[in-house]
């Protein structure tokens, strides 16, 4: 795969900006760096608008530490907080109307394989879990019934945090919010579930308390999605703000939902997929 793109042309190098130089010779980019590299090279994922101590900021910087192809990777995000972030993220991005992003991501999938038939393009979605559980989710779920070869990643903040706090389909039963002062009344939608029924090759559930594992996850979800099917990854981002808990809190709180049985780090891998996998894993080890 050609990394020539990411060269500076010849007689530029002075007045290209300095981020983009830092990028150009210290990015992850084709040097199959991951996440126990991350200090020693430039992230795609740096300054960012979020709040301090936001879940959702922690688990980007890990997912695009992740991504096995940053280079040739296309991130279909949605309207929410995550969003305020993609401008600032190194990786092809697009911005999808709330709801919309497995459609958009399914069509540019589809268009790439036949813009590029000899290249691994990876489409991959980043979405809120509003925009993907609640008002996306008919688009979700429709993505995984046609087996769409793409990867679906929900930053499940369990809340709809960017308008200021009303209760999603994710938020646990009894859980009071701004704009839920009683407490939510019904129990937290079990997506893992409904991704493996509507035709997921593999589904992980899992939070950047759990940083390598986080890796292995994203990873083998989309190395899943390029060669036997749609794949669907659940990561825990706490928010401090809506939640009203303190910034340094939040890996604390990840891991006491965990203790408690609030979340649960989960891996569904069908056969196709195990035997996919297996293959490459094992080729690796062998490297
Ligand atoms: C079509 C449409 N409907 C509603 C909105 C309003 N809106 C913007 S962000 C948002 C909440 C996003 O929640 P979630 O997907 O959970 O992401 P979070 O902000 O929690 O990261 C909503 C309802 C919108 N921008 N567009
Ligand atoms: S409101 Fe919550 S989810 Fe949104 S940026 Fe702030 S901490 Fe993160």
Not at 82 to 91: D, I, R
Request: overall charge neutral; proline content about 6%; glycine content about 8%.
């Amino acid at each position: 795969m050609s990394k020539n793109i990411f060269r500076i042309s010849p007689g530029f190098e002075d007045i290209m900006p300095d981020e983009y130089k830092e990028l150009v010779e210290s990015g992850p980019y084709g040097k199959d760096l991951g996440v126990s590299d991350m200090g020693t090279f430039k992230e795609l994922l740096e300054e960012h608008p979020l709040c301090a101590g936001c879940g959702l900021a922690l688990s980007l910087r890990l997912i695009l530490a992740s991504l096995p192809n940053p280079e040739d990777t296309v991130i279909v995000g949605s309207t929410g907080c995550s969003a305020l972030a993609f401008p600032q993220v190194a990786v092809h991005n697009i911005h999808s109307l709330f709801g919309n992003q497995n459609a958009v991501a399914s069509g540019l999938k589809r268009a790439l394989k036949l813009r590029f038939p000899d290249k691994v393009k990876d489409v991959v979605v980043i979405a809120g879990d509003g925009a993907t559980a609640d008002i996306g989710l008919d688009m979700v779920m429709q993505s995984w019934f046609r087996s769409e070869s793409i990867t679906t990643i929900m930053l499940d903040n369990e809340a709809y945090a960017n308008t200021g706090g009303q209760e999603s389909g994710m938020t646990q039963q009894g859980a009071v919010m701004n704009m839920a002062p009683k407490g939510k009344n019904f129990p937290k939608i079990s997506l893992p579930e409904i991704a493996r029924e509507a035709g997921c090759s593999y589904v992980a559930s899992i939070s950047p308390a759990q940083p390598k594992r986080l890796e292995k996850m994203v990873r083998r979800a989309i190395l899943t999605a390029r060669e036997v099917g749609p794949s669907y990854v659940q990561i825990f981002s706490p928010c401090p703000t809506n939640y009203k808990f303190k910034p340094q809190e939040t890996v604390s709180r990840i891991k006491q939902h965990q203790k408690e049985g609030h979340y649960q780090t989960k891996e569904y891998i069908n056969t196709a997929a195990q035997e996919y996998l297996a293959s490459i894993e094992e080729g690796k080890k062998n490297e």
